[in-house]
């Protein structure tokens, strides 16, 4: 990304890193590379992990809504409503997606998560780990006193790695999937069982000139 663009959009700077992960803001060739590790399967066929089953649509309306979307995140950023899209590369390839997102996150203080990685990338710990660096950069970083995660029945191993990070179970709601009711377990992690856990502390880079997009002011 050229300098120019990064004093104008000082995201782009953002840098996360903690063990073999970087995770940042997606350029448009990240996004590219992305898409294909998407494309090569996220879950099996006859699971749907998601809220909304955009693993599920035929080329090239996949490819076009998976660009669109993480464009439209770039262009409806604001300190009200932001959700930040992370590219998380593993020894330095792309491997999926590491969301974090809130509302009004100067008052409420409240993040979410939610993650994606390519099949042949899942089970090996990279889920927890990218997770981790997200709960770092709020938590430490930011001053999110709490974050949340849901998990579907189709998403077991989202369920895992909420329960290794010491969120406790939040509730249930109920929600439409492919027309279908399904059953989303809520999880919460607060602040104190956040510094409770033991776990490897993320390095940020590139956070200075950004808390005016998460916060306003
Ligand atoms: C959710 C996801 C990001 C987690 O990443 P990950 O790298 O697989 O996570 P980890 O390896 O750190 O931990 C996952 C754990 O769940 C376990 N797991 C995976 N699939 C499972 C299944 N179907 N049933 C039971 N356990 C399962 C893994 O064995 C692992 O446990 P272990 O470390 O004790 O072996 C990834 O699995 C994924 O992209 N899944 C498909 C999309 C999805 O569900 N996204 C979340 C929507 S909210």
Known sequence: MAGRLE?????WRLRLRLGPLELRPPSDEDLAALVE???????????????SPWTLLGSPA??????QHHWRLRAEWSPQAWSLELAVAYEGQ???CQGLWASDFAVTRTVETGSWLGARFQGLGIGTTMRTAVLGLAFDHLGALEAHSGSLPDSPASAIV???LLYRENGVVARAVRGQRVVEQRYRLTVQDWRALTRPEVEVE???DCHHLFEGG
């Open 7 to 11: 004093a104008l959009w000082p995201l």
């Open 37 to 51: 590790v998407a494309r090569e399967g996220v879950h099996p066929p006859d699971r749907m992990p998601f809220l």
């Open 206 to 208: 590139g956070l200075a």
């Open 94 to 96: 792309l491997v999926g």
């Open 162 to 164: 909420s329960r290794r």
């Open 62 to 67: 996949f490819e076009q809504g998976f660009l």
